[in-house]
């Protein structure tokens, strides 16, 4: 335990403790990206004990296990025709060509080597008849393309990892927050972090910190995600470090939500599978009009979520939903066997709340699900602060202006591999971090002082409270539709809302509201963003829907890019788009599409 000095207010010196935990890499995030990043490193021959996984909650509970419908990869059980130039040519399409053609080809492909690896490794694949790794249809993908195991592809993927990286030795710890990442000029020095269960600061010393943290969804009111999980903490960590943000405005709104009104409100928003509309679902609004024809005849309900989206969102406006502000989505045409072996969860949880699959429809509607952008990374994973890496959800680059259902879980796996690579050649070559440790120590000093002054404020205020209103702030100004009255509105909400969290009612360290604190300040950072880049960006594309701006503009093929500014403000530019390779040009130029009939 380190003792230092300090003051509060400039007046009274007190002591904080600390305790310092020197390992050669940190690896934030114990989701599918966390445990692949540290499964390779063991692998290149990085010895366990030089690697430390945290993550804020319990181990083997992260947000991953959520994850249902699949992780893409093209192996073509089905559809030989499909090949990873078919797949990186898809992903494109659907991020509407402002994605990294570099970060889309590594995703693609590696996939199909690292789901051949998953299934050695032991992952519970669903099967064809042959017992070749089943694939499945998922929206706008060419060719069945998905790889899942039933419905809950996500948990098993992380048990099949965490299984892993249990028999490599791989050292871990939960329940830890890291708050700060702390640097020296452009290097990664450690991280700093509050043991939640003891309420002890943690100062790693570190040579390389791995931001594998997840997403930042769930600063929306509805979200697909668990409150205290995708709260932003990865791309706001890495910002305050120093390094940029990219593609913040592209929010997928993911169509088939639950309906808190219908369900109760804690399942408002959680997530029905786009397998089931993949298994051959259908949308029906309150007239028993199977609405779709009208926004989408070809492609109907499985037109890519932003479309399918905004169909919904528009027949509720038009006053066509559910008395519970829904519209139906129907399987029940299918076999009750079929529905329960292809969509196991979906039917044991719509059971318990007492609705039958398989004779009755479900109420649903749009939700936040998944946020394109996060932090700017070259094509190892690395951010601009030396010796920071960011993957998996808290990285940006692979999904561009939308995603494509199961590309997420590959990205987290592919990513997780290459970075891990990547790592492990750099520590063989001798690189560590050569800052005088009185630096490392001066930062987290520094740092875990205002932790306590957090943790001793008595303000007016519950930081729960004002995280319930920023993710209002964003849904309403920030939403499926944004413009620029409601942007600007809600830059103007929001520089209310920081006034307010200058006066917080916070707890001690292990209390929830100091965890909220934490998230609330995360949040802020990340709202801001999410509020100026989509304030910029003056067409639609995608999952950006500017109703005052309603076409694509051919101009605005870039990307826009935050960064801190002088005095802290938040300076916004913009990049261009890279050139994919020959061969997945050529698999663009062939307009591969599904034949969107064959699932009638
Ligand atoms: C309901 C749902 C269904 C989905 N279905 C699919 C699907 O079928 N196919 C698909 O491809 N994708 C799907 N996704 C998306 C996919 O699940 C995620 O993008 C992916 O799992 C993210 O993995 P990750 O490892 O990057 O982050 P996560 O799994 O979110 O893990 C983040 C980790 O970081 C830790 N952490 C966060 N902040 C901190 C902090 N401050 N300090 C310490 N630790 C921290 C967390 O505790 C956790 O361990 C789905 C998402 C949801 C919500």
Redesign the pocket.
Known sequence: MGHFSRTINGETPESVAYETLPVRVLI?????????TAIELVERGVAPEDILV????R?G????????????GALGTHDPDDDWTVHAADTLTEGHHVNDPDKVETVARRMPGLLRELDEWGMPFSRTDDGDIDQRY?GAQSFRR?A?AGDH??ES??DTLVDRAQSLSIPYREN????RLLTDADRVLGAA?TDLDTGDFLLFDADIVVL????Y?SLYRR????DD???G??PA?AYAAGARLMDMEFIQF?PTGMVGARYGDEWDG??V???VRGEGGHLYNAQDERFMERYSAEQMELDARDVVARAIDAELDAGRGTANGGVYLDISHRDRDFIRERLPRMYERFADLGVDMASDPVEVAPTA??GMGGVVVDDVGETDVAGLYA????MAGVHGAN?L????????IAF?QVAGDAIAARLAAGDATDTPSSTLHDHARRHFAALETLADSRGSTQPATLLDDLRDLLWTHAGIHRDETGLAAGLDALTALRGRALDLDVGNPTSRSFEFA?NLQ?GLTVAEAILRSAHERTESRGAHHRPDHPETDPDWRRNVVVERGTLGSMALSTTTVGRPSDPVRTALDAGYELDYHQLE
């Open positions: 934030v995030g114990a989701g599918a990206a966390g445990a692949r945290v993550g804020k909650r181990h509970d992260a947000h991953t296990t959520w994850a249902r419908g699949g992780i893409n998922f998905t899942f592809t996500g993927l992380l830890v927050f890291v708050s972090a594998a943290a997840g997403g969804t979200h697909s995600s668990r999980e995708n709260t903490d990865g960590l993911h959680r997530l599978t786009e397998a699900h998944y993957i998996g959800e808290t995603r259902g199961g590309n997420s879980l590959a990205e987290t997780g934490l995360f």
